[in-house]
């Protein structure tokens, strides 16, 4: 997609847009709808205007939540027995009770694999799942959100229309803007816990020194500017994207977007207590304020009423199934830090959380326009190591969708009897990204450009999960 360029032939003009904007969202946010229009021009009705995607990093074990196996050696089955869920014949483990109450509307993916080796480490795992491209390709790939917000840009004007909250886990780093521009990259609200009363995004609310007169002379140079630069540059054109831009100084959208003081009581407790719980939530304030592409990256944060719990993801190398810490039973080799997959601060929090944000997106409507993803970088080893823990494991785990049409009640690819390989239906991650590519109705045979204008085919030539479209 080709854009004038509003900084060809002029410093001063860059200079005053610094000026105004720096400190929120740089110089991208005029770009940004200046995309979005040209998107709307295209008359294409896509399946979802956004997209959520909750990324539960370290690897969720398949076979203790959305892929029980009953049947599994005795030696190495999951202690947690399946349960019934409103979709017939549909089972998932009882750490899943809460979703199962919603299994109607889901659609779960039991049969994704890693088809090459090299993406089995978290950081590179968690690439691999954000872009849909394996690490070791030539060509670095962007984030799958970057992508999408690029060619489609976002309904909201105040915000980044890509952003993760809190990405501050562990592998926030993973995240990658490859041959796009810097600007594309996601934007993190930071926060260490999002649910106690003192968390905002300083970043994106109004600044003090940018308000009143202060702003009102910034707004007059551009405009200044503009009568004296525009004439028979590209730029022209572009004015109301820059005044728009000036709005997220002083925008109250932006504030209410991540203050989670106007939810009621009842929401709250719907999506439970505590920082896993408020970040599906901010995730849902987001998507109900137009943001394009949001990633809900959970690390639940050290508490002193967490003894032992410094590290507070799915990377259950030991003590899988312990009611408490995990410890640190290989002397920093193995899963130390982390809570047994039953606790409240993983599986527990999870299943509430989750089972809240589909019901609630649904009844606000949000769900139909919406398409959730709920994904891991990979899964876990079908046996128990010598530490009764599960390792990393790329040859079998599961994700699941939900909204913008997505059939629900619907299983999709089998594993064998300890979850293991994959029996049927193998899907992969550029799979998973071309699904999301094309309920947005983003054609993927059309190339995106490098600075050298290099064309670069995003599709991978991955058809999308078929059983969800």
Not at 113 to 127: E, I, L, M, V
Not at 352 to 367: P, T, V, W
Request: aromatic letters at 8%; proline letters at 6%.
């Amino acid at each position: 997609m080709s854009l004038p360029n509003p900084f060809d032939g002029s410093l001063s003009r860059r200079r005053a847009l610094q000026v105004g904007s720096a400190g929120v969202l740089g110089l991208s946010m005029p770009q940004w709808l200046a995309l979005q229009a040209q998107a709307e021009s295209s008359g294409i009705k896509p399946a979802a205007k956004n997209v959520l995607v909750i990324l539960e990093q370290g690897g969720v074990s398949q076979m203790d939540t959305w892929d029980p196996k009953p049947f599994a050696p005795v030696d190495h089955r999951s202690p947690y027995k399946p349960i019934s869920t409103t979709a017939p014949g549909m089972q998932f483990t009882e750490l899943l009770s809460h979703t199962s109450r919603v299994a109607d509307k889901l659609a779960v993916v039991r049969s994704m694999r890693h088809p090459k080796s090299g993406a089995n480490g978290h950081p590179d795992g968690t690439q691999y799942m954000l872009s849909g491209s394996h690490p070791s390709s030539p060509l670095e790939m962007p984030d799958v959100g970057c992508i999408a917000t690029k060619i489609l840009g976002s309904e909201c004007r105040d915000l980044p229309p890509y952003i993760m909250v809190p990405g501050n886990s562990e592998q926030n780093a993973a995240a990658r803007t490859g041959f796009l521009p810097a600007a594309s990259r996601v934007f993190k609200t930071g926060g260490r816990d999002v649910s106690s009363p003192d968390w905002k995004v300083a970043d994106l609310l109004p600044r003090g020194e940018n308000n009143g007169r202060r702003l009102d002379g910034r707004r007059q140079m551009l405009s200044s500017l503009d009568s004296r630069f525009s004439s028979g540059h590209d730029v022209e054109g572009m004015d109301r994207f820059y005044s728009q831009a000036f709005d997220t100084l002083t925008s109250s959208q932006v504030s209410k977007s991540f203050d989670l003081k106007t939810e009621s009581h009842a929401t709250r407790e719907l999506y439970g207590r505590g920082h896993r719980g408020a970040c599906y939530l901010v995730g849902r304030k987001l998507i109900e304020s137009g943001v394009r592409f949001v990633t809900v990256d959970v690390l639940w944060p050290f508490s002193e009423d967490l003894p032992g719990g410094f590290l507070l993801n799915w990377d259950h190398h030991d003590l899988i199934y312990t009611s408490g810490s995990c410890g640190t039973v290989r002397n920093k080799a193995g899963g130390e830090g982390r809570y047994g997959i039953g606790t409240w601060v993983m599986m527990g929090s999870t299943d509430k959380a989750f089972a809240g944000l589909i019901e609630d997106m649904d009844q606000r409507g949000l769900l139909a326009e919406t398409l959730v993803c709920f994904i891991t970088e990979f899964g876990r080893t079908p046996r128990l190591n010598g530490f009764q823990g599960r390792d990393h494991w790329t040859d079998a785990y599961s994700i699941v969708f939900a909204g913008a049409g997505v059939p629900g009640g619907v299983v999709i690819g089998k594993t064998d009897d300890e979850a293991g390989y994959v029996l049927d239906s193998p899907h992969t991650p550029e799979e998973y990204a071309s699904t999301i590519y094309q309920k947005l109705g983003i054609d993927r045979s059309k190339p995106l450009y490098t600075s050298a204008n290099r064309p670069v085919f995003f599709g991978h030539h991955a058809d999308p999960i078929a059983g969800v479209m």
